[in-house]
């Protein structure tokens, strides 16, 4: 059936240093949405794009969606111990979100 | 803003019980979802409804029922709990955007309730 791959699985990085993970689809997706959830909380909701080859961004965030609507990234600058904990991408397809299986982000102070 | 509320945070069941989780929404949604999280498989949905005693299965609908005969509630329901059924279970509403196919409304979700089934 139709998925959505993530990767990386875990990323541990320094404060400071950058940091990206990247979601692909085995097929066209209508959209895609990044949410985050921060460790014993709930997914929330981060951002949806629709376009292709479109490019949002929310101060240290960048989220892009590739030009075939089969992939998506999300790069975050400078790390902060703020940014901690697992990013999900979700893509549309036939009205449903599915969703990759998350990137853990720990950040070193 | 959108309120989703869980019953339980935390649950413990033992196995071939009837386990009964809840969830209520404040904001008029159409839309409400079950899903199960698990480490390193992400969210699965388990099932969906997108109106009041309509309901339809997920990825993983096997041992699980749902009922919803209030717009504003969706339950799951574990007819007989087994151990492979512990798990994060997190509801989530969302508003239906009908006629604007390439685009989704957002998922709220609640706090999650942790079930251990022993």
């Known amino acids: 059936g139709q998925q959505v791959m993530q990767i990386p699985q875990y990323q541990h990085v320094q404060e400071g240093e950058d940091f990206t993970t990247y979601c692909n689809s085995s097929?066209?997706?209508?959209?895609i949405q990044w949410y985050k959830q921060r460790p014993g909380g709930h997914p929330v909701f981060l951002i949806q794009?629709?376009?292709?080859?479109e490019v949002k961004k929310q101060k240290r965030l960048t989220f892009q969606f590739g030009e075939a609507k089969k992939n998506s990234s999300l790069h975050i600058t400078a790390t902060q111990t703020t940014d901690v904990g697992t990013y999900f991408c979700?893509?549309?397809?036939?009205?449903?979100?599915?969703f990759g299986q998350g990137t853990t982000l720990q950040v070193k102070p | 803003d959108v309120k989703v509320t869980q019953s339980s945070r935390y649950l413990v069941k033992r196995t071939g019980e009837k386990v009964f989780l809840e969830c209520v929404q404040d904001?008029?949604?159409?839309?409400m979802f079950w899903y199960r999280q698990d480490p390193g498989l992400g969210l699965r949905l388990i099932y969906f409804s997108y109106d009041v005693k309509m309901k339809e299965k997920g990825d993983i609908p096997e041992g699980y029922s749902v009922s919803r005969e209030k717009k504003e509630r969706f339950s799951l329901i574990l007819e007989s709990a087994s151990t492979n059924q512990t798990s994060m279970y997190l509801c989530a509403s969302q508003k239906s955007r009908r006629g604007q196919s390439s685009y989704n409304s957002p998922l709220h979700f609640g706090n999650g309730t942790r079930l251990t089934v022993t």
């Open positions: 097929t066209t997706l209508s959209n």
């Open positions: 794009l629709v376009k292709s080859g």
């Open positions: 979700a893509g549309g397809h036939t009205g449903k979100l599915i």
């Open positions: 904001m008029d949604h159409e839309n």
